[in-house]
């Protein structure tokens, strides 16, 4: 049994033997993720934070460092430091500013000199409480500290719930580009408490559905259908709704890392839209739209790019552009010459030797890496464009 598997005698209502995973009657459902090299939970529901049930089976570790933001902190810090206590000799915090212009060496440099004060060893367990900013930095110092030390992700965006948090990408900015440090750091467990989602901002949370749409048209067309149908649900956060949306995304997610934990393949479809949304975050100056804006809006524009190459028929686009408006998510990317397009995807860090790869879908459910000749892809930029520079508010 691998160390961190967890102790039946101590939490047995988050174990499961077998499908169906989800219970119905706690809200709650546990997620595997196996790697090469790693295997671990995802555990899913509500009220799991503050349980010192949830925290079972770790490795154990002297020191409990938690990492976290000033904005997080208050409203759920306590919580999670009393319900880790009795695993420790002792818990620390250390908090970074909020934001994404702080994902860089400075905080980095925060985390590590509280480690080293503090005298943390190779054992200390590092808990990253807080959005994919505080998630991303978090593994990284995890990635690093003395070569590496265990971290656990208690994600806290809905993104971070449904994506950043799981399967091992960490990395800092660099003021040259975004996510260009980083490490693969798998967590040793992912805790999604639902009931953290109540007070995030509602553009956060549509920026979250975004990464939740994306599973649908590139892996399972039934999922698709499921959100266009529980999308009120989801916007209203109903907990039903929320659970089986950060279930399945993370099941599809832990599929496609477990397939392709380095990005030589597979993994790249989770990049639906993101090769549009990235050059959209980079042209307006990151921060101006959302992460998550801009992915929805790249979700419109290779949907139309699928169609115009003959992959998908054209109703697809339709679909996709509904679905996305009615998250309150941006369907209209910003104007900007071709010139200044093309050139930001081909510096796009998934572009190969300049080359611009798009994901496609070729089938509601599946998708396709490809590349694509220019005046195709400029072309449905085009039939999506908003008049004026910069484009408009975002939803
Ligand atoms: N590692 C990966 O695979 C991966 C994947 C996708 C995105 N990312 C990274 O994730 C980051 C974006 O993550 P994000 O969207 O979570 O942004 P974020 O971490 O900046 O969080 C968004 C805002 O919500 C606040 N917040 C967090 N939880 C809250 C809560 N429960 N209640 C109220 N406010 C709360 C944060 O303090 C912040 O102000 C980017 O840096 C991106 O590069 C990483
Ligand atoms: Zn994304």
Redesign the pocket.
Known sequence: MAPHAPAAAEDPSLLTAGPPPHDGSTGRCVVEVTTPASRYEIRIGRGLLAEPGSWAGLPAAADGVIVS?T??WP??GPALCAAIAPRHRQVTHVLLA???EH?DWSSLQTIYDHLLRTGCDRKTLLYAL???????IT?FAAATYMRGVPFVQV???L??QV?????G???I?HPLG??MIGAFHQPVRVLCDLD??????AR?FA??LA?IIKYGPIHDEGFLGWIEANLDALLAREPAALARAVQRSCEIKAEVVGADERESGLRAILNFGHTFGHAIEAALGYGRW???EAVGCGMVLASQLSADLGLVPGGFVERMRRLVQRAGLPTAAPAFPSERWLELMRHDKKAEAGEIRFVLVDRPGHAVVRAAPDERVLAAIRRHSATGPGGPPPA
Do not use: F, R, W
């Open positions: 933001n904005t997080v409203i759920h909020d934001g994404e994902k807080g959005g994919g900013v505080v998630g991303d593994g994600p806290t965006t993104l971070a994506d950043s948090s799981v399967g990408k960490t990395a900015n975004k996510n953290t989602l109540s007070t995030l901002p956060e920026a979250g990464e959302l992460h998550g």
